[in-house]
């Protein structure tokens, strides 16, 4: 590209729409007069299945808004929707659809703003205020110069805090025995809607994250190339990379991989990619870790125009560099060349992994038990935080040789396996074809008689998997980080139709599932398992609500919580919650 044409890129920030690629702000509309309760995902359905639109996005400008954004892969079938929407009656609310107007590229847009300020005030930004050390830091581990103890105390407060701000809703929307109920909680409770149990949390605080994805990119003043973290955030108005050298969360061989990678990379002609003008190589490094020094490293790059026979000499380039390079130092004990292109305009993403040296998997250890580990296979970023979390859900579930766990979306089928010991049977699902190899894999290691696992998508294998079952209870478990996790309101639509005489116990933090959760009737308890429990909120006040017309089912309440920190010197937390039916909790509390 042009000095010039660059230029004219970087102040226009609409001309990320003359890419080829694919973006949702090419084609999207407004969609106006949308009823006052519905769901995204039912009126996705009404687009995709019912009038068959192959919407790609659907997105509200801000929360409870009573109009939607709705994206498109083409023109063509932009201006089918706005024939077909415009008029059409919904819930009994006549719809109407415009073409909308595209957002600006947040990027260029804040570096326009910061240009006028500078212009107007005639001062340069002050970048001195902060080292890059500590910008890094404050992006990645903002706890970090706090004591653990105050860290876990924090965490601790913040978890109160929010069961009391969804205690205080679920009382506004309640009534009748519900409402005395909680009431009686939150008076037993000190404004809790139950019983929150200590912090739970490991004694190894420091380097304790087993998978990393670095971005690879630009220091911030000097031009050179830097693996690590981004130093703010593109809408920021900042590509610019920092160092991981100072995060204590970090393993040093995660550091050491890249250290040796910065020096590989500069030894090419290929640069960092470019996320303002998609131009460039290097995109990003993955490096994953185990207990039993296992190393993976997956180096990821857009080709760009690279030929195939360029793209083979690189990849004998790695593994001449970690095989007896320089890259020796780093002990890589497997290591891949995974391609990333962009999003194409017709929706494909692809992501080639392709082995270079070493094994194709590694190994790692939870709870007694041996776990093979594909690049793209899912597994706790905390190995000894996973122990702590599942011993909890473990406790909180409570099942015994007549419960059968129904593991959805399984991964390398760690939960399921975490389980096994402690029920009659477990049934791993999951649409990604070399996790299930590798869970397969995992119950030969372990000498495990119970367990089998079964690839495909959920929506279409869950019913028949379902009928394998042979114990009375069932324990249903979804992990939603998982790869393949689609259309949960079908799933658990099927789930429900083969419950109607068994009792089942959930772990699913996903909104579009829950309702569907209240309707099965024999569903008498739920673990729910948080992330970002304030997200949460919603979730659990609609499955305390009331029964009405729009949610159907006795209504679910909380009885006990705990909170499990996987990410010391961050601000993340888990939280796991036993939820049952009213009238369960209410005799429980009676009988106590």
């Known amino acids: 590209m042009a000095s010039n044409e660059s230029t004219e890129v970087e102040k226009n920030p609409y001309a990320y729409l003359e890419r080829a690629d694919f973006t949702s702000e090419k084609y999207k509309i407004e969609v106006h007069g949308l009823p006052k309760y519905y769901g995204i995902g039912e009126f996705k359905k009404l687009l995709n299945e019912k009038l068959d639109l192959q919407s790609c996005k659907i997105k509200p400008p801000k929360r409870s808004s009573g109009w939607l954004y709705v994206s498109f892969r083409n023109e063509e079938s932009r201006q089918k929707a706005i024939e077909t929407l415009n008029g059409i009656l919904w819930k009994n609310y006549k719809l109407s659809a415009q073409i909308a107007k595209p957002a600006p590229d947040p990027f260029i847009k804040k570096k326009l703003e910061e240009e006028n300020a500078r212009k107007r005030l005639k001062v340069e930004?002050?970048?001195?205020?902060?080292?890059?050390?500590?910008?890094?830091?404050?992006?990645?581990i903002p706890l970090w110069n706090m004591p653990y103890p105050s860290q876990l105390e924090l965490k601790q407060k913040e978890m109160s805090s929010i069961l009391t701000t969804i205690c205080k809703q679920m009382l506004k929307e309640s009534k009748g025995d519900l409402l005395d109920w909680l009431n009686c909680q939150k008076n037993k409770y000190q404004?809790?809607?139950?019983?929150?149990?200590?912090?739970?949390?490991?004694?190894?605080?420091?380097?304790?994250?087993?998978?990393?994805?670095?971005?690879?990119?630009?220091?911030?003043?000097?031009?050179?190339?830097?693996?690590?973290?981004?130093?703010?955030?593109?809408?920021?108005?900042?590509?610019?990379?920092?160092?991981?050298?100072?995060?204590?969360?970090?393993?040093?061989?995660?550091?050491?991989?890249?250290?040796?990678?910065?020096?590989?990379?500069?030894?090419?002609?290929?640069?960092?990619?470019?996320?303002?003008?998609?131009?460039?190589?290097?995109?990003?490094?993955?490096?994953?870790?185990?207990?039993?020094?296992?190393?993976?490293?997956?180096?990821?790059?857009?080709?760009?125009?690279?030929?195939?026979?360029?793209?083979?000499?690189?990849?004998?380039?790695?593994?001449?560099?970690?095989?007896?390079?320089?890259g020796v130092q780093a002990r890589v004990t497997s290591l891949y060349l995974q391609i990333m292109k962009i999003k194409s305009i017709d929706g494909k993403d692809e992501e080639n992994f392709h082995h270079i040296s070493g094994t194709k998997y590694i190994e790692e250890k939870l709870l007694d038990m041996k776990f093979r580990i594909s690049p793209q296979a899912f597994f706790q970023v905390n190995t000894l935080g996973a122990q702590v979390l599942y011993k909890a859900a473990i406790d909180l579930a409570k099942p015994n040789?007549?419960?059968?766990?129904?593991?959805?979306?399984?991964?390398?089928?760690?939960?399921?396996?975490?389980?096994?010991?402690?029920?009659?049977?477990?049934?791993?699902?999951?649409?990604?074809?070399?996790?299930?190899?590798?869970?397969?894999?995992?119950?030969?290691?372990?000498?495990i008689s119970n367990c089998e696992f079964f690839v495909g998508k959920a929506e279409d294998i869950l019913s028949p998997v379902i009928r394998r079952t042979t114990k009375p209870d069932i324990i249903a478990i979804v992990d939603p980080p998982r790869a393949g996790l689609r259309k949960i309101n079908t799933i658990f639509l099927k789930l429900a139709h083969f419950v109607l005489k068994t009792q089942i116990i959930i772990f699913i933090p996903d909104q579009r599932a829950l309702l569907t959760i209240r309707k099965a009737k024999k569903l008498s308890r739920l673990i729910y398992i948080s992330c970002d429990p304030r997200a949460a909120m919603r979730n659990l006040i609609d499955l305390a609500r009331p029964i009405s017309k729009q949610y159907v089912g006795e209504p679910m309440v909380p009885v006990k919580a705990v909170a499990v920190d996987m990410f010391p010197y961050t601000k993340h937390c888990e939280l796991v919650l036993c939820l049952e039916r009213l009238s369960v909790a209410t005799k429980a509390r009676d009988s106590t």
């Open 401 to 447: 040789v007549d419960t059968a766990l129904l593991d959805i979306c399984c991964g390398t089928g760690t939960i399921g396996l975490a389980f096994s010991k402690y029920c009659g049977e477990v049934f791993g699902l999951e649409m990604i074809e070399d996790a299930i190899k590798d869970a397969k894999e995992n119950v030969i290691a372990n000498k």
């Open 191 to 326: 404004g809790l809607p139950c019983e929150l149990l200590p912090i739970l949390s490991i004694d190894t605080i420091k380097e304790y994250r087993n998978k990393c994805e670095f971005t690879v990119g630009k220091s911030d003043k000097e031009d050179k190339i830097v693996i690590g973290f981004r130093l703010s955030t593109y809408a920021s108005g900042s590509t610019a990379v920092g160092p991981i050298d100072n995060l204590c969360h970090i393993p040093n061989k995660m550091k050491i991989v890249v250290k040796v990678l910065e020096e590989f990379m500069k030894s090419t002609e290929l640069t960092p990619f470019d996320p303002v003008d998609y131009s460039g190589y290097w995109r990003q490094v993955t490096v994953r870790t185990t207990l039993s020094d296992h190393l993976m490293v997956i180096v990821g790059i857009h080709p760009q125009d690279l030929t195939s026979e360029k793209l083979d000499e690189l990849k004998l380039q790695l593994k001449t560099f970690f095989e007896i390079g320089k």
């Open 125 to 140: 930004e002050d970048d001195q205020s902060i080292s890059i050390e500590d910008k890094v830091k404050l992006t990645t």
